[in-house]
């Protein structure tokens, strides 16, 4: 067996794997995705924010009022892509290359879409905060798993309209309300947690664009900080010294050798038992 035959027979073994464990993951997701909706209720089980805002009256004068929106997705969401990216590190989907896993979670994005929309055709009434949280937690669910970099492809055409759906069980006046807050809430919720789901979440376009906000350019004197990881926000910035401070400490007399190694010793010392 030559070397080019066995790297043949090994890509071939590595493709005919992530294939069988993509369609095995979508299908996995979209029945246990089916089972959820159907049966988790909204009341109780997610967390929802007061806001308080201004509107105006009948006569022009402003008016305090509050609103309660959702700001966290529900919990068989989180369990979904908890179990999704265990399955992908035990399979080693990380040291995959850049096209294998987000083409398997480009399915999967059409599967929650196809779910959501079977689900919507079967709802006769739905309730305005059960259509808010469910419109968070798919705009959740498809914005850490959505790959596509062009806003017009099918897919992302389906994932719009699935999302007007669910918007359309909302009093239109209110959705002017809710919508910017709400989107807010979105936002922020894919920034606090997309590490948590680093192995669907790397590849998502969505997540890049909102965390591209930790490589706005900056005053790095003023904020002390330079910016370290151009993709994501887990640690994006790293302390930096001015000029000033490097001019100080040549100031000052730096220890000796001897010194600095005893520290370092006693640092590492176990101490006794």
Not at 2 to 12: G, K
Not at 89 to 98: E, F, K, R
Not at 172 to 188: E, G, I, K, M, R
Not at 223 to 247: C, G, K, Q, W, Y
């Amino acid at each position: 067996v030559t070397t080019s035959q066995l790297y043949s027979c090994v890509h071939a073994a590595k493709t005919g794997l992530l294939a069988s464990l993509g369609a095995w993951l979508v299908d996995r997701v979209g029945e246990h995705l089916e089972r959820s909706l159907r049966s988790v209720p909204i009341a109780g089980s997610v967390v929802w924010e007061e806001i308080a805002i201004k509107e105006r009256g009948a006569e022009g004068q402003e008016i305090d009022s509050k609103i309660l929106l959702p700001i966290y997705c529900s919990t068989f969401i989180t369990g979904i892509l908890h179990g999704l990216c265990t399955e992908l590190y035990a399979a080693g989907c990380h040291g995959y290359s850049d096209n294998e896993v987000p083409n398997m979670l480009g399915g999967l994005v059409e599967r929650v879409c196809s779910v959501y929309e079977a689900w919507l055709e079967s709802q006769h009434l739905l309730t305005q905060n059960t259509a808010l949280q469910y419109w968070l937690d798919y705009r959740y669910l498809t914005s850490i798993c959505n790959v596509s970099h062009n806003i017009s492809t099918e897919r992302n055409k389906k994932i719009a309209q699935v999302a007007r759906r669910l918007e359309a069980s909302i009093d239109p006046f209110d959705w002017d309300v809710f919508q910017s807050h709400l989107t807010a809430n979105l936002h922020s919720l894919v920034r606090r947690t997309h590490c948590l789901y680093g192995a669907v979440a790397g590849h998502s376009t969505t997540v890049q664009a909102l965390t591209s906000a930790a490589k706005a350019p900056f005053n790095q004197n003023a904020h002390n900080v330079l910016v370290a990881n151009e993709m994501v926000s887990r640690f994006p910035l790293l302390p930096v010294t001015t000029e000033d401070e490097v001019i100080s400490s040549h100031m000052t007399q730096p220890p000796s050798e001897l010194s600095t190694l005893c520290s370092v010793l006693d640092f590492f010392a176990v101490p006794d038992l």
